[in-house]
Each structure stands twice: as C-alpha cells, then as structure tokens.
T-cell receptor
Framework: AQSVAQPEDQVNVAEGNPLTVKCTYS??????FFWYVQYPNRGLQFLLK??????LVKGSYGFEAEFNKSQTSFHLKKPSALVSDSALYFC??????????FGTGTKLQVIP | GAVVSQHPSRVICKSGTSVKIECRSL??????MFWYRQFPKQSLMLMAT?????????EQGVEKDKFLINHASLTLSTLTVTSAHPEDSSFYIC???????????FGPGTRLTVL
C-alpha cells in the first residue's frame, strides 16, 4: 500500500523568508508525485509534479520541489514566501492505476 | 491547464432528500473521474472512481447505494447523495483525469449542508 506523510500540521514563516513544506512517502514501483494547494472553500489547485528526470521540479507561483529517493521525500520549497502563499498544501502520490493518495495537509501561514 | 467545474458550489437541504452534484470537464475528455470527500481540517478521502460508460468503483466503507455515481459521458459525472442526513454534510470534490500520467484536475468543490 502506498502512503504519504506530512509531518507538520502547520508551518509559519515570515514574508520574504524561504519556506519548506515537508512530505515523505512509502510506495513501490515508479510513482508520480504531486503538490496541490487549497484555498478556503475551494478545490485543489495543481502546483507541480515529478515523474522522472531532474530531482528538482519547478512549478506554479515560484514553487519547486525536490525529490530525494534515499530519504523518500518530496519537500515543497519556495525561496521567498509571500503572504498570498498562505493556504493548505497537500502532497500526493500516484503509485499506479491513477489512484492518488493524499497527505493530511500542511497549513502554511506567511506572516507579514 | 484543464478546467473542471462543479455545480452547485453550495447546497443546503433537508434531511431525507436527495442531492445531485455535477462534475464537468470543460476543455478535455475525462476518461476517469474521481469523487472525494473532505471533512473540516482533514485530507481528501477518495470515495469512488468512475470510468465513462462503466460502473463506479467504490472505496471500502463507502455505501454505493447512498452515493450514486453516474459517468454518462467523457465530460460529465454526477454524484447523487440519496436520503441525505446531517452526517453527510461535507465538502465534496471531484477530479478528472485524461490519461495515464496520473495528473488530476480538480473541481472547485461543493459544500453540502444537511439540516
């Protein structure tokens, strides 16, 4: 069975500082990895995905994620946080058959 | 990116009534659509997977007779919550996938409140 863990319920970061939202996984085979963002009372918006190739993936709104196979992680990063980045972030993995498993979500709070 | 719509965005109904939620892929043909349920401050829980023209595959613990899913075309899937009760109140989100790459495009969600 595939699983995704987001160890932090909430991450607080000052505006302008770099941010990291953590994600670790347990899955076999060659899965795909995703990050999504959710604003209040809204559906999920796709940020980025990793399938293969370069371990650093760039996505929307200046976000990027680094795939690390040895640490089984896929952390989301941004060099300089904006207040508008404050939202709920979900890591997800697709291990096959299009069934996606989501992490529990991390609330990002960017402090002005 | 691809656009998925949901209708209605918000619905309030009385206990015992049925509610239909529509999910449409606006600019692509979705071979597979997914229905999720999200409780406050929790992650998404997959309810069922539906492929056009075939019966939906329900996740363990999801009552198929209560949550009726119809995927009539490559651009439309519907979720009907039958005989709704207050415990069915939740945020329902659909997503659509167009191929094997696994990327899903999500609708904006439907907030269901059962009184």
């Amino acid at each position: 069975a595939q699983s995704v863990a987001q160890p932090e319920d909430q991450v607080n970061v000052a505006e302008g500082n770099p941010l990291t939202v953590k994600c670790t996984y347990s899955v076999s085979g060659n899965p795909y990895f995703f990050w999504y963002v959710q604003y209040p009372n809204r559906g999920l918006q796709f940020l980025l995905k990793y399938i293969t190739g370069d371990n650093l993936v760039k996505g929307s709104y200046g976000f990027e994620a680094e795939f690390n196979k040895s640490q089984t992680s896929f952390h989301l990063k941004k060099p300089s946080a904006l207040v508008s980045d404050s939202a709920l972030y979900f890591c997800a993995v697709n291990g096959g058959y299009q069934k996606v498993t989501f992490g529990t979500g991390t609330k990002l709070q960017v402090i002005p | 990116g691809a656009v998925v719509s949901q209708h209605p965005s918000r619905v309030i109904c009385k206990s015992g009534t049925s509610v239909k939620i529509e999910c449409r892929s606006l600019d692509f043909q979705a071979t597979t659509m997914f229905w999720y349920r999200q409780f406050p401050k929790q992650s998404l829980m997959l309810m069922a997977t539906s492929n056009e023209g075939s019966k939906a595959t329900y996740e363990q613990g999801v009552e198929k007779d209560k949550f009726l899913i119809n995927h009539a075309s490559l651009t439309l899937s519907t979720l009907t919550v039958t005989s709704a009760h207050p415990e069915d109140s939740s945020f329902y989100i659909c997503s659509a996938s167009a191929g094997l790459m696994g990327e899903q495009f999500f609708g904006p969600g439907t907030r269901l409140t059962v009184l």
